[in-house]
């Protein structure tokens, strides 16, 4: 291979990584706004057959059986009770690796809580994992690391701010829950999380 090739070569690997990383952004910008407009089956499509999801809290997803249940009944619960959100994603960084990625983002979520149809705020960091599969990219592994949930809006998130489940969390099925169980009731912190000084939301130690 000369030069010219082998310069042609590495054009092709970055141009394809660019596509990658894209369609990883264009998957996930989907996946919110299907959340967003309660498309729960368009939200479930964007997961792998073997999927994974750590929702902290909320509990683990284990398999597309455990997606669905969550973003089909616990997520309708949600909304049907009153609850309302609003998401906005930040600050991505996005790194792929042949037919695998991986994507930190954060996430500011306005919400009603549906308790008290009052403001609220939700903040965490996203961890999440990709695969190509023959359709395209899908997510094989995420983990949502919540700082704040559901914090009232007057109170935020300073020292008189508290963090709570909503109820339809109540239904969560057991199984769901035994990593948070065996944790003490705290979630795991991220991959990169170094301090949760300020956190409102339990969660061990990094």
């Known amino acids: 291979m000369d030069e010219t ?3 042609l070569e590495a054009l092709r690997t970055r141009v394809r990584i660019l596509e990658d990383a894209e369609a990883v952004r264009q998957l996930t910008a989907k996946y919110m706004q299907a959340m967003h407009d309660a498309r729960w089956d368009d939200a479930v499509a964007c997961f792998a057959g073997d999927a994974e999801y750590d929702h902290g809290l909320l509990g683990a997803l284990r398999g597309k059986a455990d997606i669905e249940h969550f973003y089909t009944k616990f997520m309708p619960e949600f909304e049907e009770a009153g609850g309302w959100a609003f998401d906005v994603l930040a600050d991505p960084v ?4 042949g037919d695998r990625a991986t994507g930190r983002w954060f996430l500011l979520t306005l919400l009603i809580d549906p308790e008290t149809q009052e403001a609220a705020w939700s903040i965490a960091t996203l961890d999440y994992e990709y695969a190509r599969e ?3 990219w899908k997510f094989k592994r995420n983990h949502c690391v919540h700082e ?4 009232p809006y007057d109170k935020g998130w300073g020292a008189s701010g508290s963090s709570k489940l909503p109820q339809a969390a109540e239904g969560t099925p057991p199984e769901h829950l035994e990593t948070l169980r065996r944790q003490g009731g705290k979630q795991r912190p991220g991959r990169w999380t170094r301090s949760i000084r300020g956190w409102s939301v339990p969660t061990l130690e990094p």
């Open 94 to 97: 996005i790194d792929v690796d």
């Open 148 to 151: 704040h949930l559901l914090a």
């Open 134 to 136: 023959a359709d395209g």
């Open 5 to 7: 090739q082998r310069e």
